[in-house]
């Protein structure tokens, strides 16, 4: 079962109108969103936003039955600015959730290939009709490549190591499942002392470039603001210091249009002890003058 993250938080931080218009823009498995509805009236308007289509499909039946304005788009994140201009929203939002977590139900799915407990193909898309999967991109990346992603993991003689160890098993074999791949992380960095930690920030770094990541985040925060009531929301909950640090310089370079913001926020000890998934979650959230 997946459980929403900082949920508590979230409701809190987004400190919900109940006729107001909310964006939901990762929708997952639907559990922010769900609990978010049920502080609406039907004058209200939530709006959920997905790359994987097979969220809607599994999750999202859980709202027909709620007689209020809900709609899905199957899209970027980014992509909500033409969400705003198709409905006349301009300045009319009242808050915008953006949760860049993975949910146990993807992780666990061994076709995707988004984690290393389950063996499966390495596809790690999370919109199925992109072209490049993680399998293509293993096999057939340049040096210069495959050295820039795994540079994200802040440490450059394991990310040099891991690199020369995908070239080295590739002249052999294919890198197809996360069991391959998983091979390769162990005889890199199994002497680690925290190698889980490694593991989990390269599953992290490759995903984040197969899905083009760090693109949809700076294109959607260029025109955020003037989504944004007066007084409205805008909560990130981010999983890796990459996207924190890209959130946190972004407002602090606009500051000027902000009434307030609350800078950091971790999970409690209480959430930690019930949700693992949780342990790395960093929660920012901003409100517009």
């Keep these: 079962m997946h459980i929403p993250v900082m949920l508590n938080e979230v409701l809190k931080g987004l400190d919900i109108i109940s006729n107001g218009i909310y964006f939901d823009c990762t929708f997952g498995t639907g559990g922010h969103s ?20 097979s969220n809607f499909f599994i999750f999202g039946k859980k709202f027909f039955f709620i007689k209020k304005k809900f709609f899905f788009y199957k899209c970027a ?79 450059l003689k394991l990310s040099k190591a891991i690199v020369s160890e995908i070239l080295f098993f590739r002249k ?30 390269i599953y992290q770094a490759v995903r984040i470039f197969i899905n083009n990541d760090m693109s949809v985040l700076f ?20 999983f890796n210091s990459l996207e924190d640090k890209i959130i946190k310089n972004f407002f602090k370079n606009n500051s000027l249009v902000l009434k307030s913001f609350v800078n950091f926020i971790k999970p409690s000890i209480e959430e930690l002890n019930n949700n693992y998934s949780s342990r790395s979650a960093i929660m920012r959230f901003f409100i517009k003058k």
């Design 172 to 201: 052999k074999n294919k890198i197809r499942t996360s069991d391959d791949f998983y091979k390769i992380l162990f005889k890199v960095c199994s002497s680690s002392k925290n190698y889980m930690n490694y593991f989990n920030k």
């Design 34 to 53: 769900f609990v978010v509805s049920k502080f609406l009236n039907r004058h209200a308007s939530l709006k959920m936003i997905d790359k994987d289509l």
């Design 219 to 238: 294109s959607f925060l260029r025109n955020i603001f003037d989504s944004l009531s007066s007084s409205g929301v805008l909560l990130f909950i981010s």
């Design 77 to 155: 994140f980014d992509e909500i600015s033409d969400i705003i201009y198709d409905n006349n929203l301009f300045g009319k939002v009242n808050g915008i959730l953006v949760d860049f977590g993975i949910s146990n139900y993807q992780l666990l799915d061994f076709n995707r290939g988004f984690g290393f407990k389950t063996d499966g193909f390495l596809d790690m898309r999370l919109d199925l009709n992109q072209n490049i999967r993680a399998v293509d991109w293993f096999n057939f990346a340049s040096l210069d490549e495959l050295v820039i992603v795994f540079s994200f993991i802040d440490n």
